[in-house]
């Protein structure tokens, strides 16, 4: 799914701490993903206007983020408001990166360019367990079907969950391109439980599907 089809996953929330920033892909598209000194997520166009160079190469001051080439220095809005070469220069309001909206939820960043989406519905609430972000080179029709070979009850495009004794994994898929996907696996539940060895058990359990996924193998049952 494309951003201005509806909400995309694009990166757990406990991969992007407070101040850092991270480039990702949806289906073709470049996009950087940063959290301010707030803890607020921004998802972007990932290109400074001036030169193009990537905005996730730059850094986070507070609630700006600057290009790493020129330090260019861009707030929340996306607006450019101070550059170093000119630091008197009441910097033109045409001066912008192109930004998304974003929203937070199952741990999971989410974002879109349609204001209408409704983010999609998992049944999950309370507290969440970060398992890992997992890049296959595969389509992601064949993911989806992977995964639900494996248990998954797909909910939607985009969102599975998969049952494993008493734990319920929440999955979220990412079309980067027609040969790449990425998945968002969490655990439903408290890391205070499933932090440690359950984490890393289902981390190892999707490097395994990934594999097999990868090498046109048998598929990884999850235990």
């Known amino acids: 799914m494309k951003l201005s089809e509806g909400w995309v996953p694009v990166a757990l929330s406990s991969s992007i701490e407070a101040g850092t920033s991270a480039g990702a892909v949806v289906e073709g598209s470049e996009i950087v993903v940063w959290r301010d000194n707030s803890g607020k997520a921004h998802v972007w166009e990932d290109r400074c206007p001036h030169r193009g160079m990537r905005m996730s190469f730059g850094f986070v001051r507070g609630d700006h983020i600057a290009c790493l080439y020129h330090g260019w220095q861009y707030d929340t809005a996306g607006q450019c408001r101070y550059i170093p ?37 998992a049944g999950i609430d309370g507290e969440i367990t970060p398992v ?14 992977a995964f639900e070979s494996a248990g998954m009850v797909k909910l939607s ?35 205070a439980v499933y932090g440690g060895a359950k984490q890393k058990h289902y981390a190892q359990w999707a490097e395994g599907l990934r594999y097999a996924l990868e090498q046109d193998a048998a598929m990884v049952e999850v235990a």
């Open 157 to 191: 495009d985009e969102v599975g969950t998969l049952a494993s004794g008493g734990d319920v994994l929440l999955l979220a898929f990412q079309s980067v391109s027609s040969e790449k996907t990425a998945v968002h696996i969490v655990i439903a539940g408290s890391p």
């Open 85 to 121: 070469a000119h630091p008197t220069l009441d910097v033109p309001q045409t001066i912008k990166v192109p930004t998304y909206l974003s929203q937070e939820r199952y741990g999971i960043i989410w974002s879109t360019t349609e204001a209408e989406s409704v983010l999609p519905e």
């Open 132 to 145: 890992r972000s997992l890049y296959v080179d595969r389509e992601v029709s064949a993911v989806l079907a």
